[in-house]
């Protein structure tokens, strides 16, 4: 399929929602934050995504996704730019997202990220997405990808991964 | 091309990318399985930070290198890496004082460099900053359960804080190169830094129950490319693909 004249942009926005994150896949770019903006540079559609984190191995992945993506739309005149500030947040992750996260079992970020409670060796109340329960414990900081925590409910006796909110 | 501001960026790559390789080893290898995702994900975030400053110095070199290049076909005399990161892991002490020490400097460096004139340094240093946060805690809490563990934790704690302490006073010199980045707002004041973590890390050594060492002596010369023998070891590993394939791709 070809398309002549240049999509609009909201359309764009639409079809990102098809790129999936390779390491937890019901989640799509979107929903994670990842993409910053979306534009046209003269005839060049300029995508500007962001990684979650420094060393994240899926951000290559992502690259390539979502040129798969425009291609198949029928774009190929596109520029596909990573910029690291504004640093990403877990704030920018949709409420959809979070509901996602939720149902398949991993639990999503609590609070806000400018709380500095963490330095001070302060946890946050983390609820089972399993039973619900807030007996919870951290086990871990670092989990099975960078952007999550390792915890365990009290209650269920289940182990599960956090959202970390950074 | 600016060659200040290329040396001065390789030098924050390089800690990242040695000291990553060094946390790296213990993959496969750590105290216990939670250990070991920890410390492969904390080497994570250094190699990607690496990889984030090196795409920019070779921007700033301007020569058609990409940053694999940087990293994979210098040699020693061309890393500026701090003498402390290239040490080997040791035990478990060892590596976790180390970590604590320089993760809870090169926070505060970050922060410092999120008001650095450089957009890309400044961007970078935000995002950084975020993961530095983790591995301070990380570490602190090790410092605390071994300090305050067992005879032998604490023993062990103790002889790693002592050992890593010789090599600290090079991560707070400000040779020329530093005095002219921070004079073109750049840079960063790493002697106002010093207090804020002397402050830091005494609070957690005591609250760890361990003795803070007497100041010396120091290893130095990193910053300029004189190394231990250590570096070019990780250096022959890491490197060797691209030297005995060249240009060889993933």
Known sequence: MVINEQPNTDRIWEWMKEVEDPEIPVLNVIDLGVVRKIGYEGETLVVTITPTYSGCPAMKTIEKDIAEVLEEYGVNNYRIETVLSPAWTTDWMSDEGKLKLHQVGIAPPVGHSADKSLLMGKIRTVRCPICGSEDTQMVSQFGSTACKALYKCENCLEPFDHFKCI | ?250
């Open chain 2, 1 to 250: 091309m600016n060659q200040d501001l290329f040396k001065f960026l390789l030098r924050w790559a390089d800690n990242s990318l040695i000291h990553g390789q060094r946390l790296a080893q213990w993959c496969g290898h750590g105290p216990a399985l939670e250990e070991d995702i920890a410390l492969t994900n904390t080497a994570l975030d250094y190699i990607g930070q690496a990889t984030n400053l090196y795409k920019y110095a070779a921007q700033i070199e301007g020569q058609g290198r990409d940053e694999d290049q940087i990293a994979f076909l210098r040699d020693e005399w061309e890393y500026y890496n701090l003498v402390l990161l290239e040490q080997p892991n040791g035990d478990y002490a060892f590596t976790m004082a180390r970590q604590f020490l320089f993760a809870t400097w090169y926070h505060l460096v970050l922060n410092e460099m999120m008001q650095s004139q450089d957009a890309f340094l400044s961007g970078f240093a935000e995002k950084s900053a975020k993961e530095l946060k983790y591995h301070v805690v990380h570490a602190r809490d090790w410092m605390l359960r071994m300090g305050d563990g067992t005879e032998e934790s604490h023993s062990r704690i103790q002889k790693a804080v002592d050992e890593v302490w010789a090599y600290l006073p090079e991560m707070f010199e400000m040779d020329e190169l530093d005095q002219r980045m921070l004079q073109q707002g750049i840079g960063v004041d790493l002697k106002k830094i010093q207090t804020q973590w002397r402050s830091q890390i005494e609070a957690v050594l005591t609250e760890a129950t361990l003795r803070i060492p007497a100041d010396g002596w120091g290893h130095t010369g990193g910053k300029n490319g004189k190394h231990s023998e250590h570096l070019g070891y990780i250096l022959a590993e890491m490197q060797y693909l691209q030297r005995t394939y060249p240009g060889a791709k993933w």
